[in-house]
C-alpha cells in the first residue's frame, strides 16, 4: 500500500508574508537585504512544521538573532491588533444581536482591513463561545504587560525540563537531534526545546492555567571531554563558567562526557580532568562524569524526578532576580525567577563595561576562577584603580592582593596569584 505523506499548506503563513513584505522594501530601497531576506523566506518556505515565534525561526539556515527579533516584535503587533478586533466585535454584537452580513456589493468596496473586521463580526454572532475565549485571551495579553505577583499552588504546575536548541541540532553529531529527544521521550521525561542564552539544560515550573514560567534554581552544562578541551584552548570555558555564576541560578552542575583515556586531545587529559575538579572545589559546581551521551540523558531523567518530588507540595513565588535569597527548603514557600528575566539577564552582551572587560581579562590568568576575580573586582573595580594602588604601594606591591578574602569561606587570595598580578600590570618586559 502506497504511503500518503500529508504536507501543511504554508504552515507559517504569517511569518512568510512579512518576510516577503521586508524582501519587496528592500529592493525598492536597492538595498542588499533583500537577498537576506530571500534566503530566509526559501528557507521558512521548505520548513514543514508551523512555528510559534519568532524566536524557533532560529533552527533555520538563514535565521539570525535579529531577524528572529523582528519576526517577534511583528506577531506581538499582530496579536495585539487582533485583540483588539476581538474586543471590538463583542461590543459590536452586544449592542446589535440582529447583525446581518453586508451585500456583496458593499463587501467589494471595502477595504482590506474592514474585510477582516466583517470575518471576525461573522465568527462572533456565529460562536458566541468562541467570542469569550478570545475576551480570555484578551485579558492574558493585557496582563502579561502589567506588573503582578506570581504565584503557584501546589499540584497546579508541571516541573519541565527544558533543551537548549544546540543540544538538538548540533553540526558533527547530527544523530543526536533524535537521540536526545527519543531518549527522554523514551524515559518519560515532559521536555520542551528552548533557545537557552546560558547553559544546556534547565527547569522550569510551568502553571497549569496560566502558562506562567519561574526556574527551578538547577542549571547543566555538558560537555564531551573533546569540547571542554576546545573551549578551554579558545577561552569559551572561563567566560561560560563566569555567565553560569552570574544568572542567578543557585545550583550550578557541569557534566564530562565520553572520559576516555586511550584517546588524545590538545590539552592533557590530566589537565582536563583537573579543570573539573576546579569547578567543583573553587566554583562550587556539581560535576558529574558520564560514559556516553546516552548516560548523560539517563541521569537528566533522575535529576527531573528528583526535582519533581522536592517541589511538587511547595507555594511557589515569583521575584526579580535582585531579590532571590538561598533557596529554603523547610519552609514551603520558595521564591524563583521569571524565566523571561533569567533569559533575558543571562544573554551574551555585544558591549561591555570597563569593570566587565576587566573581569574577563583577569578570568584569563592561570589559577584564576570566578570567585577569585570577583573578590578582586569588589575591591579594585577597574584596572585604573587596580594600578594606582599597586603604584601607591611601592615595593610591596606584589602582596597588595594576597590577603583578600574569597568566596564564603573566606580564604585568602594567596601570595601566588597577587604576585602575578602585579607583574602584569606594573612589569613592561613579561618573562
Known amino acids: 500500500m502506497k504511503r500518503i ?14 518576510l516577503e513584505e521586508w524582501k519587496n522594501e528592500a529592493i525598492h530601497r536597492k538595498s542588499d537585504l533583500w537577498k537576506h531576506f530571500a534566503k530566509a523566506l526559501d528557507s521558512l518556505k521548505r520548513y514543514p512544521l508551523p512555528l510559534e515565534s519568532g524566536r524557533d525561526c532560529i533552527i533555520l539556515q538563514h535565521f539570525g538573532t535579529k531577524l528572529c527579533s523582528m519576526l517577534d516584535r511583528k506577531l506581538e503587533e499582530y496579536r495585539k491588533q487582533e485583540s483588539n478586533n476581538a474586543v471590538n466585535c463583542i461590543a459590536v454584537v452586544s449592542n446589535d444581536e440582529n447583525y446581518t452580513k453586508k451585500t456583496s456589493t458593499e463587501e467589494n468596496q471595502i477595504t482590506s482591513e474592514t474585510q477582516e473586521k466583517a470575518i471576525i463580526i461573522k465568527q462572533a454572532s456565529n460562536k458566541k463561545k468562541n467570542i469569550t475565549e478570545k475576551l480570555v485571551n484578551v485579558n492574558e495579553i493585557v496582563s502579561k504587560h502589567t506588573d503582578r505577583q506570581i504565584c503557584f499552588e501546589p499540584d497546579i504546575f508541571d516541573i519541565i525540563l527544558l533543551v537548549d536548541t544546540q543540544e538538538t541540532s548540533g553540526g558533527k553529531t547530527k544523530f543526536q537531534y533524535d537521540a536526545t529527544l527519543v531518549e527522554l521521550t523514551q524515559l518519560g521525561v515532559s521536555f520542551e526545546v528552548r533557545r537557552l542564552k546560558v547553559g544546556d539544560f534547565a527547569w522550569i515550573a510551568k502553571c497549569k492555567k496560566t502558562n506562567d514560567e519561574l526556574v527551578i534554581p538547577y542549571i547543566v552544562e555538558r560537555k ?16 561560560q563558567k563566569f555567565r553560569l555564576k552570574q544568572s542567578g541560578i543557585e545550583n550550578l552542575m557541569y557534566i564530562v562526557e565520553n572520559v576516555d583515556k586511550s ?19 573553587q566554583d562550587n559546581f556539581t560535576v558529574k562524569y558520564t560514559r556516553n551521551h546516552k548516560d548523560s540523558i539517563l541521569y537528566l531523567s533522575y535529576v527531573t524526578k528528583t526535582l519533581i518530588k522536592i517541589y511538587k507540595d511547595k507555594r511557589l513565588f515569583g521575584c526579580k532576580k535582585e531579590q532571590l535569597i538561598q533557596t529554603n527548603y523547610i519552609n514551603g514557600t520558595i521564591n524563583l525567577m521569571e524565566f523571561k528575566e533569567f533569559n533575558k539577564s543571562s544573554s551574551k552582551q555585544r558591549t561591555f563595561k570597563v569593570s566587565e572587560m576587566f573581569i574577563r581579562q583577569l578570568l584569563q590568568l592561570k589559577g584564576m576562577s570566578v570567585d577569585k576575580v570577583m573578590a578582586i573586582v569588589k575591591h579594585y573595580a577597574t584596572p585604573e584603580v587596580l594600578i594606582a594602588s599597586l603604584q601607591s604601594c611601592d615595593e610591596n606591591g606584589e602582596q597588595l592582593l594576597a590577603s583578600i578574602q574569597v568566596g564564603d569561606k573566606k580564604r585568602q587570595l594567596g601570595h601566588v596569584i597577587s604576585k602575578t598580578i602585579y607583574q602584569l600590570y606594573m612589569t613592561n618586559e613579561l618573562s
Do not use: M, Y
Open 224 to 239: 564531551r571531554i573533546d569540547d571542554l578541551s576546545a573551549s578551554i584552548t579558545d577561552g569559551r570555558f572561563h567566560e
Open 263 to 281: 584517546t588524545r586531545f590538545s590539552i592533557p587529559l590530566q589537565s582536563l580532568l583537573q579543570a573539573s575538579v576546579n569547578c567543583l572545589v
Open 5 to 18: 505523506k500529508i504536507v501543511r499548506d504554508k504552515p507559517n503563513r504569517l511569518f512568510e508574508t512579512w
